[in-house]
C-alpha cells in the first residue's frame, strides 16, 4: 500500500505538472486505474485512495474479480470488444472505449437493447500506424463507425480514445496526439455532438497526451508497478 500511495503522488504530480505547462485546470483530467493483470488488493488500494474510475482490458478478467470494485466504481472496458463477449460487455461495463468495427457496434447495441441499457462509448482510432495497435486507421472507416452508433439508440458516442506510439519521445508521441484531437474537432463539426472525451496517455506518455488536450489518462503500471504475466 505504501508504494502505491507513493506512485499515486508522484502521478498526481506529473498530471499537475502537465496541466500547469498546457494552462488547464487540474480537473480537467481524469486518471483512470487500470487494473488488468493485477494482483488481489490492487483494487482496494486504489479505491482506499478515492479513485473510483477503473480501466480493464479483458471482459472475462472483469467480470471474474468483479466483487472487488467498491459499489460506486465506474469501470470501462478499454481492450479490444469481441463480438462474442458483447453480451457481458453490455451488462457490465459502464463505458466502452475501444469501438472500432460497424458490426461490433452492432452487436453491442443489439445487446444493450435486450436489458434496455444506454452507455457512453468511445472510438479507438490508431493514430500510430503501428500494426499490433487495434483502431480504425482511416478517416473513411472513422464515419462508418461514428454513424453506426449514432443510429444506435443505445450507445452515446462521447469521443475518441488512442494509444501512444512506442516512444519516449515528445516529438513523436504529441503529433499523435494532435491528430486524435483534429479528428474530434472533425467529427464535432459534421455530427454536432460535443465529444468531450479525449482518452488518451497512459504510464510513458500521459504529459504529452494532457498537452495535447487528452480528458483522461489511462494509468496501470506506474501506479501499480509492472503486471502480473
Known sequence: MASITENYT?????????????QRPRDDVRLMAVTKRQPPGAIANAAAMG????GENRVQEALAKRDQFPPDAEIHLIGHLQRNKARDAAS???AVQSLDAVRTVEELERRLAALDRT???LIEV????EDSKQGVRSREDLRAVTESIMAAPHLQLNGLMTI???SSDERVLRPAFASLREMREL???ETGLPLDELSMGMSNDLEAAILEGSTMIRVGTALFGERRE
Not at 10 to 22: D, L, P, Y
Not at 126 to 129: D, E, L, Y
Open 10 to 22: 508522484r502521478i498526481e504530480e506529473r498530471i499537475q505538472q502537465a496541466c500547469s505547462r498546457g
Open 51 to 54: 479513485l473510483r474510475l477503473f
Open 92 to 94: 457490465f461495463f459502464a
Open 119 to 121: 452507455i457512453p462509448v
Open 126 to 129: 490508431n493514430t500510430s500506424g
Open 164 to 166: 501512444g506510439p512506442i
Open 187 to 189: 467529427l464535432r463539426r
